[in-house]
């Protein structure tokens, strides 16, 4: 089956075709970074209007790469949430008029079950079932997949999470849009032991995330440091090992709590180098397997969508004619098709 997936939930216009033979056969993505970057963050409606210019444009310049024609398509997966509203209303009205006026089936797709689906497009992918770190955007969890759909989230973030507190910490440092980047880079030049942060929520049992406190910890400390560019770099490097430390004391306790043997690691903080290194060196010592997106799959990408996509529309499952969309969408809401084969 020959799927387009369509990624439009906060300010990346993404498309791909995978086949389900074939596997993944191209994506595109283009970013709205200069868009937003005056602003210091992502505008909802500015989001949605550049959506709405780019999507078909970046679609046909995809399809003339690969020589395909709409009518080759047998499916196409959207994101319809969680996310910005007016965003997700984009790819989902094209998703869902393609379908419409080629005859054949659509979904739409969780945002975050696309993430924790991506490892899947490597050639190592793992088995079910497995614990997931899912750190994209908003959202720090940590899930229990049991198998396409199964889901049981064991911990959350109650405020800010890691890819939040990345980016809002960056923005007091005077780093710019995107943060987060930009800060991991910074702390490479850091003296790690200048400052030592707290690991929060990690001197109690559970396994949710609080990352707010850590990022007034950094503005206290650079308000009363001197304030000089290499004292950034140290609050910077800092920073980063707290939050990487304290995802993966949690991840180490969701381990042993479970029995579990693999675990995959998904969203943008997921490209973090710190995190992976430190992840990798506890799956060793562990003696489970890890399992990372390639770099370009953990940020936000239609590849990931088009997968999860394909694997419910051959289960069986596919959407009305009406336009879906949810700006707040829970992992546990979706119907479980049981384990891939």
């Known amino acids: 089956m020959r799927v387009l997936g369509i990624e439009t939930s906060c300010d990346d216009t993404a498309v791909a075709i995978y086949d389900s033979e074939q596997g993944l056969l191209g994506h595109e993505v283009y970013t709205q970074t200069i868009v937003h970057q005056q602003y210091g963050g992502v505008v909802p409606e500015l989001a949605a209007r550049d959506h709405l210019q780019k999507l078909l444009p970046v679609l046909n310049s995809l399809l003339a790469k690969l020589k395909l024609k709409k009518t080759e398509l047998q499916g196409i997966a959207y994101t319809a949430?969680?996310?910005?509203?007016?965003?997700?209303?984009?790819?989902?009205?094209?998703?869902?008029?393609?379908?419409?006026?080629?005859?054949?089936?659509?979904?739409?797709?969780?945002?975050?079950?696309?993430?924790?689906?991506?490892?899947?497009?490597?050639?190592?992918?793992?088995?079910?079932?497995?614990?997931?770190?899912?750190?994209?955007?908003?959202?720090?969890?940590?899930?229990?997949?049991?198998?396409l759909g199964n889901y049981q989230i064991l911990g959350e973030s109650l405020d800010d999470a890691a890819g939040e507190s990345f980016d809002k910490t960056a923005k007091l440092l005077g780093l710019g849009y995107p943060g987060g980047p930009a800060l991991a880079k910074l702390a490479l030049q850091g003296d790690p032991s200048q400052y030592t942060f707290p690991r929060p929520m990690t001197d109690r049992p559970g396994l949710d995330f609080s990352f707010s406190g850590l990022k007034t910890f950094a503005l206290n400390t650079w308000l009363n440091s001197t304030q000089t560019e290499q004292s950034k770099a140290d609050i910077a490097c800092a920073f980063e090992t707290a939050v990487v430390d304290t995802l993966v004391i949690k991840c180490r306790r969701a381990l042993t709590q479970t029995g579990a043997k693999r675990l995959v690691i998904a969203g943008g903080v997921g490209a973090n180098q710190r995190l992976r290194q430190q992840l990798?060196?506890?799956?060793?010592?562990?003696?489970?397997?890890?399992?990372?997106?390639?770099?370009?799959?953990?940020?936000?990408?239609?590849?990931?969508?088009?997968?999860?996509?394909?694997?419910?529309?051959?289960?069986?499952?596919?959407?009305?004619?009406?336009?879906?969309?949810?700006?707040?969408?829970?992992?546990?809401?979706?119907?479980?098709?049981?384990?891939?084969?």
Request: contains cysteine.
């Open 81 to 147: 949430g969680p996310g910005l509203m007016g965003a997700l209303l984009v790819g989902a009205s094209l998703g869902r008029a393609l379908a419409w006026a080629l005859a054949i089936p659509s979904i739409g797709v969780h945002h975050l079950e696309g993430h924790l689906l991506a490892p899947m497009l490597e050639d190592n992918s793992p088995a079910f079932p497995f614990i997931a770190l899912l750190v994209s955007g908003g959202h720090t969890l940590l899930v229990d997949v049991k198998g």
């Open 280 to 341: 990798a060196g506890l799956a060793e010592k562990a003696k489970v397997e890890v399992f990372f997106p390639r770099l370009e799959f953990c940020t936000d990408n239609a590849a990931m969508i088009a997968y999860a996509g394909c694997q419910r529309l051959l289960a069986g499952q596919s959407d009305d004619f009406s336009i879906k969309a949810k700006a707040r969408w829970s992992l546990t809401e979706l119907v479980g098709i049981g384990a891939l084969g």
